[in-house]
T-cell receptor, first 116, second 112 residues
């Protein structure tokens, strides 16, 4: 069990560029979540997958954001035409519906995005 | 609307004393509550949780109390240690998919 990993840890991009982040969950976890955290706030839910199916998206997730989990393992989060307001920490978490309690989510170290 | 609130932005306690972090929620549908600890430049680390059918859960130095009628929970750390200095987030779940709703966090500083 190596925990949740995220890549890259830091990303600096210019406004208007596209960026993609990757998350590798704990291997036996079938649920994967994306959250966004800005300074002074707690993480905010963006979207989640159960296996390869994306089951819910927050209204925070504009049409410039897209997430995939093609084989039910790792996930990618892409932001197109980045804006300065996208600057934040993007956190990935995973959990398992096969264990009790399934509410407990385990987070990765996050990807810090800075849009200049 | 903030469904989970942590009204104290920061708390400072002396090493060895008790730290009490508080959290209030508004959504009656929440049925599971969690506390996470976060160090700078790291992701949140799961600390302890409690189901809404319980009023107390204890794990070593950490105890979480839940008062459903008041929609209030608290995290007690006894004794506090300098390594406990971090940001503590309260989170709640209960909706389909178990997404977590977080408070804004409380910065805990334990002075030696």
């Amino acid at each position: 069990d190596t925990g949740v990993s995220q890549d890259p840890r830091h990303k600096i991009t210019k406004r208007g560029q596209n960026v993609t982040f990757r998350c590798d969950p704990i291997s036996e976890h079938n649920r994967l979540y994306w959250y966004r955290q800005t300074l002074g706030q707690g993480p905010e839910f963006l979207t989640y997958f159960q296996n390869e199916a994306q089951l819910e998206k927050s209204r925070l997730l504009s049409d410039r954001f897209s997430a995939e989990r093609p084989k039910g393992s790792f996930s990618t989060l892409e932001i197109q035409r980045t804006e300065q307001g996208d600057s934040a920490m993007y956190l990935c978490a995973s959990s398992s519906t096969g264990t009790q309690p399934s509410y407990e989510q385990y987070f990765g170290p996050g990807t810090r995005l800075t849009v200049t | 609307d903030q469904q989970v609130k942590q009204n104290s932005p920061s708390l400072s306690v002396q090493e060895g004393r008790i730290s009490i972090l508080n959290c209030d929620y508004t959504n009656s549908m929440f049925d599971y509550f969690l506390w996470y600890k976060k160090y700078p430049a790291e992701g949140p680390t799961f600390l302890i949780s409690i189901s809404s059918i319980k009023d107390k859960n204890e794990d070593g130095r950490f105890t979480v109390f839940l008062n459903k009628s008041a929609k209030h929970l608290s995290l007690h750390i006894v004794p506090s240690q300098p390594g406990d200095s971090a940001v503590y987030f309260c989170a709640a779940s209960g909706e389909y998919g178990n997404k977590l709703v977080f408070g804004a966090g409380t910065i805990l500083r334990v002075k030696s």
